[in-house]
C-alpha cells in the first residue's frame, strides 16, 4: 500500500492512498480483488470504485452497506465512491479486466489496483486502515468457505439418504418456519381471548363497584337526614302518645330490615368488591404480558417465515409454497 501527499494546481494539498494485491497467497484464486464500478463503457476515465462492504453483507439481497468516513472520525468514510473487497461468489463470476466486462455488459469489474485521493490526512488514514480489514476478511472468508467444501477423506453415504439439496434443506426450513408461525398465531389468539375474557369480567366489577357507591351514598344520605329527624309526641289518637319508632326502625343495625341493616351490607358488598377487583389486577396484568409476548413472538415467526421463504425464491424460483 501506497500513502502519499499530493499537491494540485491550486496549492492545495490533498492525500492519495494506493493498495495493490501483489500476490494471491495459497488461499486466494487472483490478485484482482477490488471492483470497480463502469459508469460509462466507452470512458475508462469515468470508473470509479465500488464500496467497501463486508463480504457477508456483499452476499445478502439488501444489497452491499456503506461504510462512510468523517475526517474528525477513524472509523467512518466519506460518502465519495470508494472500494470494497468482492464476495466469494463474485471471485468466481465477474470478469478480471475492463473490455471483458464491457463486452459482457457488466457493471463492474475486478481490479488489482485501487487508488483515492481524499481531502484530509485523517480520513486517507482510516481509508487505509479500512482497505487492509476488508482484505483480510474476504481471505478469512474464503478459507472458510473452501475449507467447509472439501473432504479429506471422501465421505461415503448409505443410499438411500433424506434429500440433502439446496432446495429440500431450505423448503425443510420453511415449513418449520411456517409452522412456528402458525403456533404462534394460535398462541396469540389464546391469549387474545383470555385477556378479553378477564377484561370483560373486570368491566362487570367496575359496573358493579359504581353501583353499590351510589346505593352507599343515597343511604348514608338518607341516614344524615333521618338522624336529624324530631319527632313530637302529638297523640295519634286518644289516649296515646306519639313515639319515635320510626326513626329508631331505621336506624336500628340489629334489625336486619332496617335502612341502617341495608346501609351495612351495601357496604360490605362494596368493600368486597373492590378487594376482588384489586387482586383481579395482577391477573389481568399478567394476562396482557403474556398477550403482548405472544405478539412479538407472532412478528418474529412471521418475519422468520418471510426471509425463510425469500431464500428458497432465491435457490428454485419455481418454489410454490402451497404445496408443502
Keep these: 500500500m501506497l500513502q502519499r501527499a ?18 494471491r497467497g495459497s488461499v486466494l484464486p487472483f490478485v484482482e480483488l477490488f471492483v470497480i464500478q463502469i459508469n460509462d463503457p466507452l470512458n475508462p476515465k469515468s470508473d470509479v470504485l465500488a464500496r467497501v462492504s463486508d463480504p457477508l453483507d456483499i452476499r445478502s439481497e439488501a444489497g452491499v452497506l456503506y461504510v462512510k468516513v468523517d475526517s474528525a ?13 468482492p ?20 457493471s463492474v469489474y475486478l481490479a488489482s489496483t485501487v487508488s483515492k485521493i481524499y481531502d484530509t490526512l485523517s480520513t486517507a488514514d482510516a481509508a487505509g486502515r479500512q482497505i487492509i480489514d476488508r482484505l483480510s476478511k474476504l481471505t478469512q472468508d474464503y478459507v472458510t468457505f473452501y475449507g467447509t467444501f472439501l473432504s479429506n477423506p471422501a465421505t461415503v453415504y448409505s443410499l438411500p439418504v433424506t434429500s440433502r439439496s439446496v432446495e429440500a434443506v431450505l423448503t425443510a426450513g420453511f415449513v418449520a418456519k ?49 338522624a336529624g ?3 313530637t309526641s302529638s297523640p295519634v289518637t286518644a289516649g296515646v302518645s306519639g313515639t319515635t319508632n320510626a326513626r ?36 389481568c396484568a399478567a394476562l396482557a404480558q403474556t398477550a403482548a409476548n405472544a405478539d412479538a413472538a407472532l412478528e418474529a415467526a412471521r418475519a422468520a417465515e418471510t426471509e425463510s421463504l425469500r431464500e428458497v425464491y432465491a435457490s428454485c424460483p419455481t418454489f410454490n409454497p402451497n404445496t408443502v
Design 229 to 231: 329527624i324530631a319527632e
Design 6 to 23: 499530493v499537491r494540485y494546481s491550486d496549492n492545495s494539498l490533498h492525500y492519495e492512498v494506493t493498495a495493490a494485491v501483489i500476490a
Design 178 to 226: 411456517r409452522q412456528t408461525r402458525l403456533n404462534a398465531e394460535t398462541a396469540t389468539a389464546t391469549a387474545r381471548t383470555a385477556l378479553d375474557v378477564c377484561r370483560t369480567a373486570d368491566a362487570m366489577l367496575d359496573a358493579r363497584i359504581d353501583a353499590l357507591v351510589a346505593d352507599v351514598a343515597f343511604l348514608e344520605a338518607a341516614r344524615v337526614i333521618v
Design 87 to 106: 464476495n466469494i461468489d463474485e471471485l468466481t463470476a465477474l470478469p478480471r479486466d475492463r473490455v471483458t466486462a464491457v463486452r459482457r455488459g457488466a
Design 248 to 283: 329508631a326502625f331505621a336506624l336500628d343495625g340489629s334489625n336486619p330490615r332496617s335502612y341502617e341493616s341495608l346501609l351495612v351490607e351495601k357496604r360490605a358488598a362494596l368493600s368486597e368488591t373492590r378487594v376482588t377487583r384489586t387482586a383481579r389486577d395482577a391477573g
Design 73 to 85: 472520525d477513524l472509523r467512518t468514510f466519506s460518502t465519495d465512491p470508494f472500494v470494497r473487497v
